[in-house]
């Protein structure tokens, strides 16, 4: 029997046995995880401030990565701030000349894919923490290590500090904003990604939309189109290639996707069965997608919701906007003893949720006695919560008087805006046989109320035809 270790061949393969089982590094977890790691570290800074204590630059199998965290790492020490993705841009640019070409172009290549990406870092908590246990082990093994030396000469206190030192490191340091170390932090631009109303001078007043994280509120009185307005809001982001999840708490699930086949097509409500096979041709080919979820009214609320989104996250299904059909229709999850105090934080949750979801979330609010048969409806008219407002980002409410139903008119009136101006009244076009509803550039509210003293409805009805008519052909041109 040959003896591995009986000739010099034999004791050098044994030697690169020993060394290649000593090798402690992330290989055993892949490439696409120490990548997504190194993103980690330049994206979070109190990530990058824990496992900086503890990541021997040696655990990365992959050379480019080493340089790329040693960048990150070298640019922390020196100017005591953490770096922007900006600032690596010119680091990776200009400050790889001490590396041979084959790593300068690894590291561009490799900064040039987590630069473009706007999405998450899929399985990020499970990364940090598995990148964590394996360096926080590695430091403690270090530390038993060197006690058995101290143990020789009786150095108890010392290896009691050892120990202890070695355990403190790589803990959760997360003490909130740091002025200084995220300094970098305030001056990047911050991206909303702004999902359209499809409506043109609502965009622009809203800088394209409602946003990542924000809250948006339609108060209209019963009956009036609430319902309608959500499912417009939510067939325009289907339309731009999004995935809508709409709540209904007041209409069956199939009636509101009904009124999405209406509102997508413009086959009117009452010609669906006849246009069927069309209306599939149509919205097959849509990239965005819908789920449409229905809860008898007052039996979820902001928890049901978020247990719903958790298991749609679980199937890969990315949810863009939330839809709630409304939340005044929501349980409370503490019962309180009054009644506004329950819908006042009902709309945080939801405020919240669109947070924790890095989406918009639109939502609808009745008014009480004093918005029905109103020309403009304001957020004084807000039913039971005026706190509501608050927590809201962008507030609009709809008006629409019995003349008004019968000439397929209205008003929308910007109560709250965020990211713009407000107190503004625009008159809209809305059709509730196909779910169609146009607005129109801002009216001035004293001509509009004195234009509506002295004018007949039939002449108003003449009017609305006559606008709707312009800014159709003006519409067809800008597709042309």
């Known amino acids: 029997m040959e003896v591995t270790g009986s000739s010099p061949v034999g004791r050098t393969k044994k030697k690169v046995i ?87 172009k690894q590291v561009r290549d490799y900064f040039a894919r987590i630069y473009k990406s706007d999405m998450e870092v899929e399985g990020e908590e499970y990364i940090k923490d598995t990148a964590l246990d394996f360096c926080k082990k590695q430091v403690l093994k270090e530390a038993m290590i060197k006690s058995v030396g101290l143990l020789k000469n009786s150095s108890f ?28 932090e305030r001056f990047q631009i911050k991206t909303r990604n702004p999902i359209t109303t499809g409506w043109k001078y609502i965009d622009n007043i809203t800088k394209g939309g409602l946003g990542k994280g924000e809250l948006g509120v339609v108060i209209a009185p019963t009956g009036i189109g609430k319902s309608m307005v959500l499912v417009h809001l939510g067939a325009q982001a289907i339309k731009e290639g999004k995935n809508v999840v709409h709540y209904t708490l007041e209409l069956a699930d199939t009636m509101v996707a009904s009124r999405y086949d209406s509102c997508i097509t413009g ?5 669906l069965f006849t246009m069927k096979e069309q209306i599939y041709e149509t919205v097959q080919d849509l990239e965005g997608g819908l789920i449409v979820k229905e809860y008898p009214t007052k039996s979820a609320s902001t928890r049901t919701l978020e247990n719903h989104l958790e298991k749609l996250r679980q199937r890969d299904f990315k949810v863009d906007m939330i839809l709630v059909d409304y939340g005044d229709l929501l349980k409370p999850n503490v019962v309180r003893k009054e009644k506004r105090m329950e819908l006042e934080s009902i709309y945080e949750e939801l405020r919240a949720i669109a947070q924790k979801n890095d989406c918009p979330v639109w939502t609808a609010s009745q008014t009480n006695r004093s918005g029905l048969n109103a020309d403009m409806v304001t957020m004084e008219s807000i039913s039971e919560a005026f706190n509501k407002c608050f927590v809201a980002d962008f507030i609009f409410s709809v008006s629409r008087t019995v003349n008004d139903k019968t000439i397929n008119s209205g008003n929308i009136f910007v ?66």
């Open 157 to 184: 206190d010392e290896i009691s500090n050892t120990i202890n030192e070695a355990l403190k490191l790589g803990c959760d340091n997360n003490f909130g904003y740091d002025y200084l170390k995220d300094f970098e």
């Open 415 to 480: 109560a709250k805006n965020r990211f713009g101006p407000d107190g503004i009244m625009h008159q809209i076009f809305m059709d509730t046989a196909n779910v169609k509803i146009e607005v129109f550039e801002q009216v001035d509210i004293r001509d509009y109320i004195d234009q509506k003293n002295t004018t007949s409805a039939k002449e108003q009805a003449e009017k609305l035809r006559e606008k709707y008519k312009e800014f159709k052909n003006g519409k067809d041109n800008e597709d042309v």
């Open 267 to 271: 086959v009117p409500l009452g010609d």
């Open 18 to 104: 020993m060394a290649k089982e000593e090798r402690v590094d992330f290989s055993k977890y892949g490439k696409d995880f120490q990548e997504k790691l190194c993103q980690l570290i330049l994206q979070d800074r109190m990530f990058c401030d824990q496992i900086e204590e503890v990541l021997d630059i040696q655990f990365l199998e992959l050379k480019y990565l080493c340089v790329f965290v040693q960048k990150v790492f070298g640019y922390r020490e020196k100017y005591g701030v953490h770096p922007s993705t900006r600032i690596m841009l010119t680091i990776v640019r200009s400050e790889l000349n001490d590396e041979n070409d084959a790593i300068q």
